[in-house]
């Protein structure tokens, strides 16, 4: 098993940046690839990003693209979405998830384990 725990989350005004964190413990040896999600009140859960094993591949949403970027430290642990010029749209609870398969897969029904998430607010 693996535990995801996200951290970073808050209130923010618009224009602003935040740094969410996501820390994996557990089997970490299973884990390819990393990916951030979010899901605003009465949406689906949409993909923001997704990292490699290591870190060398990033692919992004595009509503996110050029704002937001995806990191980690190195193959495993932990992984990072630093979000600059935040919008009201960007408000939403953002879940970190990992993939034991190696696919770069931007589909929430792939990911194999999920964090519990953290909110992030901005404000107009």
């Known amino acids: 098993q693996v535990q995801l725990v996200e951290s970073g989350g808050g209130l923010v005004q618009a224009g602003g940046s935040l740094r969410l964190s996501c820390a994996a413990s557990?089997?970490?040896?299973?884990?390819?690839?990393m990916g951030w999600f979010r899901q605003a009140p009465g949406k689906e859960r949409e993909f923001v990003s997704v990292i490699s094993r290591s870190g060398g591949f990033t692919k992004y949403a595009d509503s996110v693209k050029g704002r937001f970027t995806m990191s980690r430290d190195n193959a495993k642990n932990p992984v990072y979405l630093q979000m600059n010029s935040l919008k009201p749209e960007d408000t939403a609870v953002y879940y970190c998830?990992?993939?034991?398969?190696?696919?770069?897969?931007?589909?929430?029904?792939?990911?194999?384990?999920w964090g519990q998430g953290t909110q992030v607010t901005v404000s107009s």
């Open positions: 557990g089997r970490t040896f299973n884990i390819y690839d």
């Open positions: 998830a990992a993939d034991t398969t190696p696919r770069w897969s931007i589909s929430p029904s792939t990911y194999d384990y």
